[in-house]
């Protein structure tokens, strides 16, 4: 008897599975998480852009999708100069200006850049137009480290095509008030200046 009631009432639990937890949902895995990525995209006007999946295999950092690059070196990834090198090859490939930036999450001229860079303003699209900017957190990386030496944030240097500075630097103290239409036209002489 207890056989006969299992067959009955099997098909009732299948069928109330199959109600609840439909093939589709049960089956579904969510994607692997790609790395966080900023990315040249195709509306660079070079053909050397990456798309953004593909920039997702090659570097780290957050996703945009604007006409430059930005990443974000960790010192968990190894030597400095080693991941600046790595990076400067990706910038030549896509054919951007290299610069890296040394930023602190607690800086409010770090967090306006980034705000506007989010909100996508004008005037700090057109000012990191074609650039590959490499991030550097100050308190990771203890300062600059032997090849960096400054006194305020956030600070830019140039790079040249294997990745050393060049020299050329700029940092918060050369615009006023941090909002775009003080900084950006600031940053876009520095980053566009041969």
Known sequence: ??????FAILPIILLACNFLFPANQRDETPPPTAPKVVT?????????????EAAATQTTGTTYTEPFVIVRIEKSNGDMM?????EAQKANSLGLAL???FDATWCPPCQAVE??????????MQAFEGVYLIRADVD???GGGENFDFEAIPVYYQL???????GAVIDGGAWNEDIPENFAPVL???FHTK
Do not use: R, V
Request: aromatic fraction near 8%; avoid cysteine; hydrophobic fraction near 40%.
């Open 140 to 142: 990771e990386w203890n």
């Open 99 to 101: 610069f890296i930036e």
């Open 1 to 6: 008897m207890q056989k006969k009631f299992l």
């Open 40 to 52: 040249a995209q195709a509306a660079l006007s070079t053909p050397k852009a990456l798309t953004p």
């Open 188 to 190: 876009d002489k520095f």
């Open 160 to 166: 040249d095509a294997s990745g050393k500075p060049t």
């Open 82 to 86: 080693t991941q600046l090198a790595s």
């Open 115 to 124: 705000k506007s860079i989010q909100a996508k303003d004008p005037l700090t």
